[in-house]
């Protein structure tokens, strides 16, 4: 793909949230220097057209080894074929960075179940609690299996 393909979407096609850039734009300058909106704007569009740019490029990368996933790989390898071959080790960095940091969340409970731990066998009864669910929405259209059903009325499905 052309990375001039993408370069000509809309706004509503690939954006970034406003606000999270103009705080990055913000904590990479000093306290005294202020950024015009239109700057911020320029800045941002600048931002998607980059990313446009490296995702494009780390696709045609991908594709070219005959895979289906861009891999980290792809994404340094697009950088240095695009020129930016003095940041791959900075890049590479902050992705060792992010992996750890990854790691450290899920291994240390900050995740999705924040605080809170389970037994391993607790986690097994709520996986077959969920899975149960599950199987009821798809096979009953919607319906959720409930939570605990006593012994003697499971005796009586049938």
Known sequence: ????????????????????????????????????????????????????LISSESNEVCSREDKRTIAPEHVLKALEVLGFGEYIEEVYAAYEQHKLETMDTLKGGGGKWNGTEMTEEEAAAEQQRMFAEARARMNGGGVAAPKQQPEDDRSLES
């Open 1 to 52: 793909m052309d990375p001039m393909d993408i370069v000509g979407k809309s706004k509503e096609d690939a954006s970034l949230p406003k606000a999270t850039m103009t705080k990055i734009i913000k904590e990479m300058l000093p306290p005294d220097v202020r950024v015009a909106r239109d700057a911020q704007d320029l800045l941002i569009e600048c931002c998607v057209e980059f990313i446009n």
